[in-house]
């Protein structure tokens, strides 16, 4: 069986995913389906804070950085163990937690990049010493991610993408694809563009998007908390 030129385009490592999605925004803008196309707009643009981000970019990360232990023994550049400090489990939980809204460019960019394996964000003073403990002093601290777990979330769009091309290359014909232009196959037939349109939704949102939420058993103020972590 024929392929159409973008699905082979998606397995090739000189075409960047970001490429492959605006030709799929373009294509798949046809079937005037929000829904779609306001998750193809997320992994190209970014999310919103205002958005819901999917579950595979939610992910979780470590706590390193340098602390003294009863005043005394200095560790540099470790993991810091939350467990003594003053948050709860739930605030440790939101803390390592990272919602990756950037584009897809901007993730494969880091990845490409000399510090892939320093991916991070650093925890202001101000809260490191907030929530030390006479046990444990937090000098300073960063939320380091491994790039594992970023690859993962180009896995899976790519993933996504690759299925979605199928798809469209079951019901429509593949030079409709390649002219990223499928309009008047699916004008033919309404039928074919609600089965497309189905699938697709399947393919998507076939797992519940999920979000981190925190409670109200805290021993820390929100207020020294709350700007950190709506900048998440």
């Given at each position: 069986?024929?392929?159409?030129?973008?699905?082979?385009?998606?397995?090739?490592?000189?075409?960047?995913l970001?490429?492959?999605?605006?030709?799929?925004?373009?294509?798949?803008?046809?079937?005037?389906?929000?829904?779609?196309?306001?998750?193809?707009?997320?992994?190209?643009?970014?999310?919103?804070?205002?958005?819901n981000?999917p579950?595979?970019?939610?992910?979780?990360?470590?706590?390193?950085?340098?602390?003294?232990?009863n005043?005394s023994?200095?560790?540099?550049?470790v993991?810091?163990?939350?467990?003594?400090t003053?948050?709860?489990?739930?605030?440790i939980?939101?803390?390592?937690?990272?919602?990756?809204?950037d584009?897809?460019?901007t993730?494969?960019?880091?990845?490409?990049?000399?510090?892939r394996?320093?991916?991070?964000?650093?925890?202001?003073?101000?809260?490191?010493?907030?929530?030390s403990?006479p046990?444990?002093?937090?000098?300073?601290?960063?939320?380091?991610?491994?790039?594992?777990?970023?690859?993962?979330?180009?896995?899976?769009v790519?993933s996504?993408?690759?299925?979605?091309?199928?798809?469209l290359?079951k019901?429509?014909s593949?030079?409709?694809i390649?002219?990223?232009?499928?309009s008047?196959?699916?004008?033919?037939?309404?039928?074919i563009?609600?089965?497309?349109?189905?699938?697709?939704?399947?393919?998507?949102?076939?797992?519940?998007s999920?979000?981190?939420?925190?409670?109200?058993?805290?021993?820390?103020?929100?207020?020294?908390?709350?700007?950190?972590?709506k900048?998440?």
């Open positions: 069986m024929a392929r159409s030129n973008l699905l082979k385009d998606v397995v090739s490592s000189n075409i960047s970001e490429n492959i999605l605006l030709r799929l925004k373009i294509i798949l803008s046809d079937l005037e389906d929000t829904g779609i196309l306001k998750w193809i707009e997320g992994e190209i643009s970014g999310y919103k804070e205002s958005d981000v579950s595979y970019r939610i992910i979780e990360g470590r706590a390193v950085g340098t602390f003294f232990v005043q023994v200095k560790y540099n550049n993991l810091v163990p939350l467990n003594f003053k948050l709860t489990e739930e605030y939980q939101e803390m390592i937690t990272l919602n990756v809204r584009g897809i460019s993730i494969e960019k880091n990845l490409n990049s000399e510090s394996d320093k991916l991070g964000r650093p925890i202001p003073t101000e809260l490191c010493h907030s929530i403990t046990q444990l002093q937090i000098v300073s601290m960063d939320v380091m991610y491994a790039a594992n777990d970023f690859e993962s979330i180009t896995t899976y790519k996504k993408v690759i299925d979605i091309i199928l798809t290359e019901n429509i593949i030079e409709a390649d002219t990223l232009d499928i008047e196959s699916i004008d033919k037939s309404p039928t563009k609600r089965e497309i349109v189905s699938v697709i939704h399947n393919l998507v949102y076939n797992d519940k999920t979000s981190v939420k925190m409670g109200d058993n805290n021993t820390v103020s929100r207020s020294k908390l709350g700007s950190f972590f900048g998440k």
